[in-house]
């Protein structure tokens, strides 16, 4: 073979691997919905930041409104050129075009800490990306190496003529298989590449119109939250869990990115008036703020699928009540852009005092895409699955004897009320801690029902009642905390938690299908 030919085949193996890079890396953005991690976009974005302003001002004044196009079509040559040293180094002298290519990545996971609002889970776009580039490169690099030795003029056969047939025949072997592994991967990686940068981009169009989104301020504010409601106790959950860290849970593999101009919420089945309301229509009625803790069903003993913050929203019982609900309706459907349902009970919806809202608003910004952005329902004292349907879209009057909500036939109770439940935040299970006085303090939930009161055992001693911060109402979470005298040994503590009226938590262990899982959170602590 022409050492040349092999050489520009060579290259072509690092402009597939860079291919596969950005594809694979692109797609974990989307399935992520943080187009911000998506390298292209970061190192983009980390040039323009880095390059000097005279040449930006000569960019500019060169290409005028086009610099964009002209810095990605500058950037785009440079990749080319790297993708192709890229493939040459791997195929002469392995494996330096693995490690340029993980330099790359390296430099691509510089640039994409460096954008606003980045986390460390924002690095594995970048390093998938890499992994899968790099194992291409070297599938291939491989694959063109079968072919030029198969390729290669062999010395003298021994045998005249049947030597060189089985030679040619090899070559076009090897051959073929390069070829379908270039083309095949490359085919695979611009279909995955594209689809994913579209969306990637709908989700940045979407964060822009978020972030550029102002809330009403509440006709109905929530009233301000009491000193007394906060202890000041290092590792307890703070009483409104951050946006960032409030937990998340959903059927969607795909988080729903939804353009505010195209939503509409109908209400729709045994109504008098079907209605259709716009998300401008939406957020001109008057909105109600409310503290409430979310949880769901699946959230074990101690676990943490639980998180408390101050929604801003419409009551839905306004919205029933204008639409007019039939006799006989006992159940409202919310269903999801998604095709996620939950199935709620009428009544509920419409209680006079109970908040449940077509939620806008989550700790004062708009609601987080991956929350439900943006339009969910709230509805206080409900496990999330009969009722917290984020990217909400339908709400369909029915009973519960004609439908089901998305988790009723997979083993779960069409009703969801929260069962009573505490947490021992502190000291961890686990943990050392030195003997003397130490604050056993954590959370306890009984959602429109308020906590009386939290008690702790250590060991097999008493039960002994916990001192508790004051309640922001019967909807949320009540911080608690116990000073403990802890001497020297290894320790059990426990905590349960009575819940209005007289609804105190029962020992006996039951898992969390299909009602919410029972039991009190226990922990060990080693006091030295
Ligand atoms: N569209 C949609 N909404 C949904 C779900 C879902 O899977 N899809 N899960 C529900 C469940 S089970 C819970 S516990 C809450 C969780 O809300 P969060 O992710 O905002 O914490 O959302 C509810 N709303
Ligand atoms: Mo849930």
């Not at 494996?95 to 340029?100: A, F, I, M, N, Q």
């Not at 592994?181 to 978020?210: D, E, H, P, Q």
């Not at 009551?315 to 919310?334: F, N, Q, T, Y």
């Not at 002994?464 to 009540?478: F, G």
Request: glycine share 10%.
């Amino acid at each position: 073979m022409d050492p040349r030919r092999i050489t520009l085949w060579a290259a072509i193996t690092g402009v597939l691997a860079a291919v596969v890079t950005l594809a694979i890396a692109e797609a974990f953005a989307a399935f992520m919905a943080t187009p911000g991690s998506s390298p292209l976009f970061a190192v983009g974005a980390a040039v323009v930041d880095l390059v000097p302003t005279w040449l930006k001002d000569l960019v500019i004044s060169l290409f005028g409104t086009g610099d964009k196009v002209a810095l990605f079509v500058v950037l785009g040559i440079l990749v080319l050129i790297l993708a192709m040293v890229v493939g040459v180094l791997q195929f002469r002298r392995p494996p330096w075009g693995s490690v340029l290519l993980a330099a790359v990545g390296v430099v691509s996971v510089l640039a994409v800490a460096t954008r606003a609002g980045s986390s460390a889970l924002w690095a594995l776009p970048s390093l998938a990306g890499v992994f899968g580039g790099i194992m291409v490169l070297r599938a291939t690099s491989n694959k063109l190496h079968d072919w030029v030795h198969a390729s290669a003029p062999t010395p003298a056969p021994i045998t005249p003529g049947l030597s060189s047939t089985r030679n040619a025949a090899r070559a076009s072997v090897t051959r073929r298989r390069f070829f379908i592994l270039l083309g095949g991967t490359a085919a695979g990686a611009v279909v995955i590449g594209l689809g994913a940068r579209a969306l990637n981009a709908g989700t940045a169009a979407v964060n822009t119109v978020r972030q550029a989104l102002v809330l009403p301020a509440p006709a109905i504010a929530a009233p301000a939250i009491a000193a007394g409601a906060s202890l000041d106790i290092p590792g307890i959950s703070p009483l409104i869990s951050s946006n960032d860290g409030f937990y998340r849970i959903d059927t969607a593999l795909q988080v729903p990115v939804i353009d505010v101009a195209s939503w509409k919420l109908k209400i729709t089945g045994m109504v008098d008036n079907e209605i259709e309301i716009g998300f401008d229509e939406l957020l001109e009625l008057p909105m109600t703020e409310h503290v409430v803790t979310l949880m769901c069903v699946s959230n074990e003993v101690g676990g943490d699928l639980v998180g408390n913050a101050t929604w801003l929203g419409y009551p839905i019982r306004e919205l029933l009540k204008r639409a007019g609900p039939k006799a006989g309706a006992d159940m409202v459907l919310s269903t999801s852009i998604d095709g996620f349902t939950a199935g709620t009970p009428l009544d509920v919806l419409l209680e006079e005092d109970r908040q449940s809202l077509l939620a806008v608003g989550m700790n004062g910004e708009p609601l987080p895409i991956e929350h439900g952005f943006p339009v969910r329902m709230v509805v206080p004292g409900l496990y999330g699955y009969v009722s917290a349907t984020k990217w909400v879209v339908e709400l369909r009057v029915t009973t519960f004897a004609a439908d089901m909500g998305y988790w009723t036939p997979r083993g779960w109770d069409a009703l969801g009320p929260v069962k009573t439940a505490s947490r021992i935040d502190v000291p961890s299970s686990g943990s050392s801690t030195p003997a003397g006085t130490v604050a056993i303090a954590g959370v306890a939930w009984a959602q429109h029902r308020g906590v009386e009161g939290v008690e702790v055992r250590i060991d097999d001693g008493d039960w002994q009642p916990a001192t508790m911060a004051e309640a922001i109402s019967i909807d949320t979470w009540r911080q608690w905390y116990l000073e403990w005298d802890a001497t020297a040994g290894n320790h059990t503590v426990a905590v349960r938690a009575t819940g209005a009226p007289s609804d105190t938590q029962r020992e006996n262990r039951i898992p969390v299908a299909p009602n919410g899982s029972e039991g009190f959170h226990t922990i060990t602590v080693n006091v030295t």
